[in-house]
RNA sequence: UGAGCUAUGGUGUAACGGUAGCACUACAGAUUUUGGUUCUGUCUGUCUAGGUUCGAAUCCUAGUAGCUCAACCA
């Protein structure tokens, strides 16, 4: 009875319409146009109608909106089907608008019996200007009146193949006065003599989303039909349509599209940003797209547990990609094998060690119990990270500096005895001693050190390309500051390191198995550009919470 | 100057006339062989003005602000 149960507004209407009787079971559907890849807002989507049947009684369809066949493509079907599937969801039925063209004209058919559609042949500028403005009324067109009879014949000739492209349209008789411009006579049908990606050259005519969508909702007995806030005008039509065809009322319920910092989420413009090379493609682990993210590293545990924490809401919203990257960590820490990976080296010499490699004992992974153990090797030369090296510490500097002491992972103690440099002063190698009462799990030294660093053996080191991203933008929201948002993009966004030095055990990395750099981040090999070598993306960071101190950072 | 939608900390979201809560962020501390993780604590909020009520984030009225609508796109 304590159980909390915070429904967002989408759920608590299917809860009252299941215990009011209203429905026994509810039907769902994730409805894409197939003519761009998936992101982030769709996401929220699926989540939010697949989770719906989940967790109550029902199932939820997947419906191609496929009523533009000059933007739509095959390529896109298998991708949006390819991205649903991977962020963990199964559709009940695959359907598709098209599959409802013969119903669809034969609504139209009805509509036009009933004297509430006419054919028009006003040119689509004639048609805007006689629309009127959100505060003028329409006027109506000079062909709004024809007969039954001739709206019938000349609406099968459209559909013949008669009448070019643009030349006539089927309107819904409605009301040129209407406040809501929507109503203002909406074009049902146009003419397009174009190949459909499904039907090929059956139909020249194709209805628009208001003449399908509702319809295609009513014949799947689809429930509720959640769409986002933009939509919310045309849930007027939706009804009316319904009504006027007495087809099974399926009711639209709208949402707030989902927004992400530091990114732009309009299919328009991250095709933008992939038509004019700013990414490398819908898939750039930059984007916010699924396949960006999935190429990046994310999984779709966190991205599920994203869409949760955020909820569904009517406000206008920009989320914290923040938040995202929380999730993201927090399931990364559970499962990703812990690996150490060099990407700025510094030669250190232990002086006082034998020549012949070490081979050392590493948990995969402390947050898993039942994870393994790999063998690392320790010899005489080693790299650590530049970075972890101060000739002139700041103070509460935890690392490596003259007469100090830390301890490699897994290993050992070292203190640096001895700083070689080159002619112009940059600092070339580390002569340190190792502790060998100190080694992990034996150590019987006594000394506490407070640093701990990464390591790998010079000998036994892989190399490896590993890629940096960062935010796209550069600013919070692109898509509300002045001027266009590309303006905005972060140069810095992605930094390549070409020879990084790994610990022999990335030697078998696999695909879409996640990593952690100790103290680097989160990283997963590339899902493309991996063949003969090794590259790794960063999925992100590790969280970090030192701040440096005043002191001036090691040159080179 | 029409119609519609929305306003709760920095962000996102709860509270359904009865103690404004949760998460992220930020900050402080504890633990730590990852400056990670984990744990503890702290800061910050009901758009404004009226009204109804014993009591208002919630209901009413009027403002204000933001968003949407004038594609043969979805």
New binding site residues.
């Given amino acids: 009875m304590s159980e ?1 149960k ?4 989408i759920e ?1 209407i299917v809860e009252e319409d299941l215990e009011s009787g209203k429905y026994k079971s509810i039907v769902t559907r994730f ?3 197939p ?1 761009g890849y998936l992101h982030m807002g769709h996401a929220t989507s699926i989540c939010l109608n697949f989770g719906l049947t989940k967790k109550f009684p029902g199932y939820t369809n997947l419906r191609f ?4 066949p ?3 493509d095959t390529e896109y079907v298998d991708s949006i089907k390819e991205d649903i599937k991977w962020l963990g969801f199964e559709w009940q039925n695959e359907h598709y ?1 098209s599959d409802y063209f013969d119903e669809l004209y034969e609504y139209a058919v009805k509509l036009i019996n009933k004297g509430l559609a006419y054919v ?10 006689l ?6 009324p ?1 006027k109506n067109s000079k062909y709004r009146d024809r007969s039954i009879a001739e709206n019938l014949d000349l609406f099968q000739r459209m559909k013949a193949g008669e009448f070019p ?5 089927l309107r819904a008789r409605i009301d040129m006065a209407h ?4 109503m ?1 006579d ?2 049902l ?4 003599h174009a190949h459909h990606h499904r039907t090929g050259d059956k139909w020249c005519i ?8 509702g319809q295609s909702d009513s014949i799947e007995k689809v429930t509720h039909s959640i769409c ?8 007027e039509l939706y009804n009316w349509l319904i009504e006027k065809l007495e087809i099974y009322p399926s009711h639209q319920y ?1 949402f ?1 599209r ?2 992400l ?1 530091y990114t732009v989420m309009s299919k ?1 413009k991250l095709l933008q940003l992939v038509n004019e090379k700013h990414v490398d493609g819908w898939d750039d682990p930059r984007m916010p797209t699924i396949s960006g993210m999935r190429r990046r590293g994310y999984t779709p545990e966190a991205i599920r547990d994203f869409c949760d ?12 990609v ?2 995202l ?3 993201v ?2 399931h990364l ?2 499962i ?1 094998l ?1 690996r150490m990976v060099v990407f700025d080296p510094l030669k250190v010499i232990i002086t006082n060690f034998a020549e012949e490699t070490q081979w050392l004992e590493g948990e995969d ?3 898993d119990e039942n994870s393994g153990t790999r063998k690392i090797p320790f010899g005489k030369e080693l790299y650590i990270e530049r970075e ?1 090296f101060m000739e002139n ?1 700041p103070k ?4 490596l500096f003259p007469g100090g002491m830390v ?7 070292i203190r640096c005895d001895e700083v070689v440099k080159d002619d112009s002063g940059n600092v070339t190698e580390v002569h340190c001693t190792y502790i060998p009462e ?6 019987t030294s006594g000394i ?7 390591w790998v053996e010079v000998k036994n080191a892989v190399t490896a390309e590993v890629r940096l991203y960062d935010r796209l933008f550069k600013v ?1 929201d692109p898509s ?1 500051e002045e001027g266009d948002f590309k303006e905005y993009i972060n140069d810095n966004s992605l930094h390549t390191v070409a020879t990084a030095f790994a610990e022999p055990a990335l030697k078998n990395a696999r695909i879409n198995e996640r990593y ?5 981040g989160y990283f997963t090999l590339d899902n493309k550009d991996t063949y003969s070598r090794l590259v790794f993306n960063r999925t992100v960071s ?7 101190g005043q002191a001036t950072p090691l040159k080179g």
């Fill in positions: 909390e915070h429904l967002n507004f608590e409805p894409p146009e003519n909106d496929d009523t533009n000059v933007t739509e608008a028009d042949d006003s040119t689509s500028e004639e048609i805007a200007s629309k009127g403005t959100p505060t003028e329409g492209d643009g030349s006539k349209t406040p809501n411009m929507l203002r909406p074009v049908y146009r003419i397009k194709y209805p628009m989303y208001d003449f399908a969508h986002t806030l933009e939509f919310v005008p045309h849930r709208e707030a989902r927004n910092t328009r924490r955020v909820g569904i809401a009517k406000r206008e919203n920009v989320s914290d923040g938040l990257e929380f999730c960590r927090e820490n559970k990703a812990r992974n402390p947050e972890d510490p509460k500097y935890f690392r301890r490699l992972k897994y290993a050992y103690i100190s080694r992990s799990g034996h150590d506490n050190v407070k640093g701990t660093l990464h919070e509300s952690q750099f100790l103290r680097k590790l969280k970090d919470s030192w701040k440096p």
